[in-house]
């Protein structure tokens, strides 16, 4: 079940929703074999005792300053038993992220969404931000456009989980997207923040 989502749509696509409505089907349920991203619910690898700074599995990660705070946690979960859990570093203009590509057809639309949890506690959330991305690359690998999706703070629905979404189509030459979760740091050494990232899927909508 989807609770306070918050999506930005570069293009709506309605047949889909209006046909799955009338066959009586979930929301969804048209395009849920389009699911394009591997480890969604960041399973991989299971996490044993005592384990720290594991990353997850198909998921490539980045860091504007070579410090990468993205690890695998059971802290919290919104499905199975891990999430990934970003830490802010508190310096000012850095950023880090983590990021998956697969495999688009030009003139297609997508959607990209991910669940993020924010601390209760004041303290925890600090005063940072995350968005969703997507790089739109060629075939030589070279990115031929870029889509923005909204934005989260430490003001977004603290306590528990809610999506994000980004709807954009793939434009020409785009044969690959790269889907991206960026955490921006906005410079609080006293208040760095943390958030949560679980269940993130792309799909082809139809």
């Known amino acids: 079940m989807r609770n306070n989502r918050v999506g930005l749509n570069v293009k709506k696509v309605l047949p889909g929703l209006l046909l799955a409505l009338w066959l009586g089907a979930p929301v969804g349920a048209a395009h849920a074999e389009e699911q394009l991203l591997e480890n969604r619910y960041f399973a991989a690898p299971a996490l ?5 700074n594991v990353m997850p599995e198909d998921w490539m990660t980045f860091s504007s300053d070579n410090q990468v705070q993205i690890h695998l946690t059971r802290d919290r979960a919104k499905e199975g038993e891990q999430s990934v859990r970003f830490a802010a ?3 000012a203009n850095t950023f880090q992220g983590m990021s998956q590509v697969a495999a688009v057809e030009a003139g297609s639309s997508y959607e990209f969404a991910v669940h993020v949890y924010l601390a209760r506690e004041e303290e925890d959330r600090g005063s940072l931000r995350g968005q969703l991305s997507v790089e739109w690359l060629n075939a030589q690998d070279e990115e031929v456009a870029r889509s923005w999706g909204p934005v989260w703070t430490d003001e977004d ?5 809610q999506e994000f979404s980004l ?40």
């Open 167 to 206: 709807t954009a189509e793939a434009p020409e030459g785009a044969v690959n997207g790269r889907f991206v979760i960026t955490q921006f740091d906005t410079g609080d050494a006293e208040r760095p923040g943390i958030f949560h990232v679980d269940d993130a899927g792309v799909w082809e909508l139809p």
């Open 48 to 52: 044993e005792a005592g384990q720290r």
């Open 89 to 91: 570093s508190g310096t």
């Open 157 to 161: 629905s603290p306590g528990f989980w």
